[in-house]
Structure formats: structure tokens, C-alpha cells
């Protein structure tokens, strides 16, 4: 006999929360090791042994001739779009990170909000083409939830405008689209090895590129404006990556097969447990891309299920499974973004909306058991058959 709900009076089902995003920590001894290295040689930043091999390793990960490590991905960004020489606006998807918009903003740019394809979660290409103007310096594209953005389609756009083309890569390495590797596309990609992401260095990014000039002008410009002799060439910052961050990368790197496999597991897990739920259906990779299914994301149908996404959420938040909604309600509708419309959202994003208002991320990784897997399925599965008791007590 099903137990009872903890939105309904039930005791939750889980007594430690399960999170999203919970931090995979690959071989600790292996971690340990290089960071007593690093100690040992007295060198803990400015380029170290460690910042070098993980550098030398992304680049061969991302199949590039460059690859520049930072303290984390929201300054790569920044020093990518400065380096890139961007300027006036730049055309985004507005179902992205908050950080996607905030780093063209804070290098005083502005961005142009675009809508998505419902079907893929990425950038639409045909919308993005109406939003270019005589003010338009370059497309950031973004690899949603390692899905790998509409490459081929964004580089003829960017190639028949002049334009640049580089992708917020957060959530996409060890993806690729048709073979080839995410970061490998566009002018330059940006990664990310925050806690949260699969690939971690606890906190840090990346710029992988196959352009010589803009390699080098990263490398200045993450370094003070500096070059080779300290000679200072440009206005720059302080973006390094230190050797304790880099110990960590690398190993978590060196375990990234283990690590797709998997969340691979967990997510055909989810597949099966999930199947045939009213109203509840998995987000599946397309055939011409691989991901590194790193996020768990479903759709919640309201008039299928007989509960909202946000009614669904609660019920799991009451579990302990500490579900999440992911980029709602956009960027456009997001501080400051949201008080002017008319410059950073010209044209209207439904498809944006609507996706945002429907999605739910679940737990995956090393962070959850495929018995807690399936348990997470019964505790939906249930939801949604209880979903005219839940609704009342929502509404009591």
C-alpha cells in the first residue's frame, strides 16, 4: 500500500536531502598528492606545473591548439569578451545562466535576448538572425545542459554577418555534436569546473580556442595586460587559476569516463522509472550529438499530470529531494533586464517562457544510488496519482 506523501502529513522519505549539482570528488589521494606537490615546491599560483598540465590535458579534451585556465568561468567570460574585442550588442538565449548575461553587461555590452527551440533548449537560429542589427558585434551561444548548440546553423549566421561566435560552455564538456568535441566550435568556448559541474576543480574555467592571436591575447589579459617578460601590452585582470585549484581539475579530469558512465546510469535509470508517468517526460539527448549527462531534466505536462511543475516541486522539496527549476523565469525576466524590455528582449520569447515554466532537475552523479533513483521515480510516480490531493492541499 502506498505510504503517504509528506505534502500530505507523511513523514519525508528521504532523512539526508538529496541535492542537485552534489560535488563529485574523484580519487582524494590522488587530490592530496598534487596539492602536497604543490606545497612542497612552494609554488601555488602564476602558472604552475599543475595549472600547465591541466591546460595541456582540456586541450586535448577539447581537441584545440589553446587552452587558458581561470579562477572560475563568469571571468573567462569576461576576459574572452574583452579579448574578442566585442562591443555594442551581443545576441544570447535568454534560457541560460543568469552569468551569460551579467558578464556582457559588466563589460558594457548589451545583450539581446533570443528565443530557444522548445524541442532542444538551445538557441534558435532562425530568431537570432532577426535580432541582428547594425549594433550586433557577436552570438554567444550556449550548449544547454551538454546538449551541443545548432553549431553548423550559428556559424553560417555569425560567417554571413562578420560577426563573432563564441559558446558559454558551462554545462558541455565531454559532449560533441557529430563527432566532434564541444570546444571545439565557434571562435572560442568558455568552460566551466565550478563545485557543482561533473568535471570540478572546485572552483574555476576555462578558454579553449584554435585562434592564435586571441589565444595570446587571453593569456595577456587574464595576467594583468602582461606578456612574455612581464612586459605589460593591454589593460588586463587577474584571472589565474592556482595550482591547488588545478590539482583538483586534473584529477577529476583523468576520472571524466568513469564519471560520464555514470551519470549515463543514473539517467537510463531514470528513463526506465519514469516511463509511462501522465504528463512527466524525460529531456533525451538528439542522435547527431553526445552528452555527458551531467543534468537530469524532465518536463511536467499540467493538463497531463493534473499537477503544475511547481506543485511537483513541493511535493519532492517535502521529500528531501531537493529538486530544482532551472533558469526560471529567463534572463529577460530577470533583474535588470526585466525593467527594459524593449532593448534587451525586442522581440517575444515565448518558447523561452514556456520551457522555463515546465522543467524540474533532478539529483544524478556520484551523489545518488540507483535504488535512491528509483525511489525518487516511486515518490513521482505517486505524485502524480495523488495529483488531486496534492492540488487541494496547495490550495487549502
Given at each position: 500500500m502506498p505510504r503517504d506523501l509528506a505534502i500530505l502529513g507523511g513523514e519525508p522519505f528521504f532523512v539526508q536531502p538529496l541535492h542537485v549539482g552534489r560535488p563529485n570528488v574523484p580519487d582524494e589521494r590522488k587530490v592530496m598528492e598534487r596539492i602536497q606537490q604543490a606545497?612542497?615546491?612552494?609554488?601555488?599560483?602564476?602558472?604552475?606545473?599543475?595549472?600547465?598540465?591541466?591546460?595541456?590535458?582540456?586541450?586535448?579534451?577539447?581537441?584545440?591548439?589553446?587552452?587558458?585556465?581561470?579562477?572560475?568561468?563568469?571571468?573567462?567570460?569576461?576576459?574572452?569578451?574583452?579579448?574578442?574585442?566585442?562591443?555594442?550588442?551581443?545576441?544570447?538565449?535568454?534560457?541560460?545562466?543568469?552569468?551569460?548575461?551579467?558578464?556582457?553587461?559588466?563589460?558594457?555590452?548589451?545583450?539581446?535576448?533570443?528565443?530557444?527551440?522548445?524541442?532542444?533548449?538551445?538557441?534558435?537560429?532562425?530568431?537570432?538572425?532577426?535580432?541582428?542589427?547594425?549594433k550586433t558585434t557577436g552570438i554567444m551561444g550556449v550548449h544547454l545542459w551538454g546538449h551541443p548548440a545548432p553549431t553548423e546553423q550559428l556559424a553560417d549566421l555569425a560567417g554571413a554577418h562578420g560577426l563573432r561566435l563564441f559558446y558559454d560552455s558551462a554545462h558541455a564538456i565531454g559532449s560533441s555534436r557529430l563527432g566532434r568535441p564541444v570546444g571545439n566550435f565557434?571562435?572560442?568556448?568558455?568552460?566551466?569546473?565550478?563545485?557543482?559541474?561533473?568535471?570540478?576543480?572546485?572552483?574555476?574555467?576555462?578558454?579553449?580556442?584554435?585562434?592564435?592571436?586571441l589565444a595570446e591575447r587571453v593569456r595577456s589579459m587574464h595576467n594583468y595586460g602582461r606578456g612574455e617578460g612581464e612586459y605589460v601590452s593591454s589593460i588586463?585582470?587577474?584571472?589565474?587559476?592556482?595550482?591547488?585549484?588545478?590539482?583538483?581539475?586534473?584529477?577529476?579530469?583523468?576520472?571524466?569516463?568513469?564519471?560520464?558512465?555514470?551519470?549515463?546510469?543514473?539517467?537510463?535509470?531514470?528513463?526506465?522509472?519514469?516511463?509511462?508517468?501522465?504528463?512527466?517526460?524525460?529531456?533525451?539527448?538528439?542522435?547527431?550529438?553526445?552528452v555527458n549527462h551531467q543534468y537530469i531534466v524532465f518536463e511536467v505536462d499540467e493538463a497531463e499530470a493534473g499537477l503544475s511543475r511547481d506543485e511537483l516541486v513541493a511535493t519532492l522539496l517535502a521529500e528531501n529531494v531537493l529538486a530544482r527549476t532551472h533558469f526560471h523565469p529567463g534572463c529577460h525576466r530577470t533583474e535588470p533586464y526585466v525593467h527594459d524590455q524593449a532593448t534587451y528582449a525586442p522581440l517575444p520569447l515565448p518558447h523561452s517562457e514556456a520551457l522555463s515554466d515546465r522543467v524540474v532537475m533532478l539529483p544524478t552523479g556520484t551523489g545518488i544510488t540507483l535504488t535512491e533513483v528509483g525511489q525518487v521515480c516511486d515518490i513521482i510516480r505517486q505524485a502524480v496519482a495523488q495529483a488531486p490531493a496534492i492540488r487541494a492541499a496547495s490550495l487549502a
Open positions: 606545497i612542497d615546491r612552494r609554488w601555488l599560483t602564476s602558472f604552475g606545473p599543475l595549472v600547465k598540465q591541466f591546460e595541456h590535458d582540456l586541450a586535448l579534451t577539447a581537441g584545440v591548439k589553446h587552452c587558458i585556465v581561470t579562477c572560475n568561468a563568469s571571468i573567462a567570460l569576461q576576459v574572452l569578451i574583452r579579448a574578442g574585442g566585442l562591443r555594442g550588442e551581443v545576441i544570447l538565449p535568454s534560457f541560460t545562466f543568469i552569468a551569460t548575461a551579467h558578464t556582457l553587461l559588466w563589460e558594457g555590452i548589451t545583450p539581446i535576448f533570443c528565443d530557444i527551440d522548445e524541442d532542444t533548449g538551445n538557441i534558435d537560429p532562425d530568431h537570432a538572425a532577426r535580432l541582428i542589427t547594425p565557434g571562435d572560442a568556448e568558455v568552460y566551466s569546473f565550478h563545485a557543482t559541474k561533473f568535471i570540478n576543480s572546485f572552483e574555476g574555467g576555462a578558454i579553449v580556442t584554435n585562434d592564435d592571436e588586463g585582470t587577474n584571472a589565474k587559476m592556482t595550482e591547488v585549484a588545478a590539482a583538483m581539475g586534473i584529477t577529476s579530469l583523468e576520472n571524466m569516463p568513469y564519471l560520464i558512465d555514470v551519470n549515463r546510469e543514473r539517467f537510463e535509470h531514470y528513463r526506465a522509472g519514469l516511463a509511462g508517468v501522465p504528463g512527466v517526460e524525460l529531456r533525451c539527448p538528439s542522435r547527431e550529438n553526445t
